[in-house]
């Protein structure tokens, strides 16, 4: 049975390049079928160039559909990914928000089945534990470690891979103390 | 409002002579202020910004195709640019492969509606099954011209 989502583009940029490549690396970590309907056109939401034709102006009705045997854990991570303005951060109060990594995180690993720990150092926490992973105390551009073991599996490792590969999406220089 | 109208026509890169992205990058703004399309005073800015942009994910959107894209405090308009490498440029690809086709956009800091149809156009070009091919076998900037006005 097919699940629906029915959203609103929010950031002011619209649905474009860098929030439709967030959509689709994250939809390609899932078998199930996503689709993207905007303005009563739709497209393969696995498809960079397909979903660039739909002009995702700010302020429109978003709306996907995923079908398929995941097609839950692909839909509360694309829905908590577009709800999020894609993690498109122009408009963001950075400064308020200095640990939505984590937030990013807890989120999506709470939309799988399998139990997600993650490590840092000789400490380990719960990804689906948001308290959890504040005590552990990671920053967006270090490297802990996580290991995925349960039904799901394989789409949670390749949606959290991505999450890490591209710092929890965080749209930060990492300090210059830090940069290796 | 299409493609034709932003796309620098004059401009282009048929034949890019880098061998890395960011090269490409640079070659690309060269022209277009060798063309007067941009002042030489904003070069280094909007290098800068392109590659902050591939910094926050790669803009290769795969099949050896990439859509680098910044905007510029003094970018007066959306302005679009092509080129082609023969070679292939490395620009961290999701689907690991070079890139030999690439649409470069510039706009003004407060994006103008029509960058949403721009992109648009040119992603209805990309999906032509002929661009990529045509484009590699194009003799001249005016023959990727032709190939790009047909398809948008």
């Excluded at chain 1, 056109?41 to 696995?46: D, E, F, I, L, V």
């Excluded at chain 2, 001249?140 to 190939?147: A, M």
Aim: hydrophobic share 40%; charged share 30%; glycine share 6%.
């Amino acid at each position: 049975m097919a699940l629906q989502a029915e959203l609103v583009i929010r950031n002011r940029c619209g649905f474009h390049v860098r929030p439709i490549q967030r959509f689709t690396q994250l939809a390609k970590a899932f078998q199930s079928d996503v689709k993207v309907t905007i303005a009563g056109k739709t497209a393969p939401g696995k498809s960079i160039v397909h979903l660039m034709s739909l002009k995702g102006e700010c302020g429109r009705p978003f709306s996907f559909t995923v079908e398929g045997p995941d097609e839950k854990q692909a839909f509360e991570v694309l829905s908590y990914l577009v709800e999020n303005s894609f993690f498109v951060e122009d408009e963001l109060d950075k400064a308020a928000h200095p640990t939505r990594h984590l937030d990013r995180l807890a989120s999506f690993a709470g939309a799988f089945k399998s139990d997600i720990r993650v490590s840092v150092g000789n400490s380990s926490a719960d990804a689906k534990d948001r308290a959890a992973l504040e005590k552990l105390g990671f920053r967006f551009w270090d490297k802990p470690r996580i290991e995925v073991s349960g039904p799901d599996q394989a789409q949670a490792e390749k949606v959290l891979k991505t999450l890490l590969q591209y710092r929890f999406f965080v749209e930060e220089e990492v300090p210059d103390t830090e940069a290796v | 409002m299409g493609l034709m109208d932003f796309l620098a026509a004059d401009a282009l890169c048929p034949d890019l002579k880098s061998t890395t992205r960011d090269e490409a990058l640079a070659e690309f703004l060269q022209r277009l202020i060798e063309c007067g399309y941009l002042d030489r005073k904003d070069q280094k800015a909007l290098l800068a910004s392109l590659l902050e942009r591939e910094r926050l994910g790669s803009t290769a959107i795969g099949k050896g195709v990439a859509v680098p894209h910044c905007k510029g405090k003094t970018v007066p308009r959306i302005i679009v640019t092509f080129g082609r490498s023969k070679e292939g440029l490395e620009f961290k690809a999701l689907d690991g492969e070079p890139v030999h086709a690439i649409f470069m956009v510039v706009y003004p800091a407060e994006r103008p509606p029509e960058y949403l149809q721009v992109m648009e156009s040119i992603s209805r070009v990309i999906q032509n099954p002929d661009f990529r091919r045509f484009v590699a076998n194009a003799k001249d900037g005016q023959e990727i011209l032709d190939i790009i006005q047909e398809m948008s």
